[in-house]
Nanobody, 128 residues
Framework: QVQLVESGGGSAQAGGSLRLSCIAS????????MGWFRQAPGKAREGIAS????????YYVGAVEGRFTISQDAAKNTMDLQMISLKNEDATIYYC?????????????????????WGQGTQVTVSS
């Protein structure tokens, strides 16, 4: 059974930093797309960063590029999201996700429908 479990959410001040982690079990995700999505109340789930695990290529939405860094540790089957210079608008629930045999995801990484496995979500709060 494949499971993704996020950790590391919490509270930070604007301008501060947080690090989210996603631990995968039940599959190696060695040639897949793993990503981070976030969803604000009443809005669609938004892909913000992904990584093609077989190539270590990374992708970011403009709103987080330069502030967030996605990384993987294949040996531990984990994926992290380092977030710095946090803004109030970054506050929401964050989800990690993974495809099944997704390969290179440069053309679809923001499409939530392409991801088969999802974590339960972790809350990020940013205070002014």
């Amino acid at each position: 059974q494949v499971q993704l479990v996020e950790s590391g959410g919490g509270s930070a001040q604007a301008g501060g930093s947080l690090r989210l982690s996603c631990i995968a079990s039940g599959s190696a995700f060695s040639n897949d797309c793993m990503g981070w999505f976030r969803q604000a109340p009443g809005k669609a789930r938004e892909g913000i960063a992904s990584i093609s695990t077989g190539f270590n290529y990374t992708y970011y939405v403009g709103a987080v590029e330069g502030r967030f860094t996605i990384s993987q540790d294949a040996a531990k089957n984990t994926m992290d999201l380092q977030m710095i210079s946090l803004k109030n608008e970054d506050a929401t629930i964050y989800y990690c996700a993974a495809t099944f045999r997704g390969g290179m995801c440069s053309t679809y990484w923001r499409s939530s429908s392409r991801y088969r496995f999802w974590g339960q979500g972790t809350q990020v709060t940013v205070s002014s």
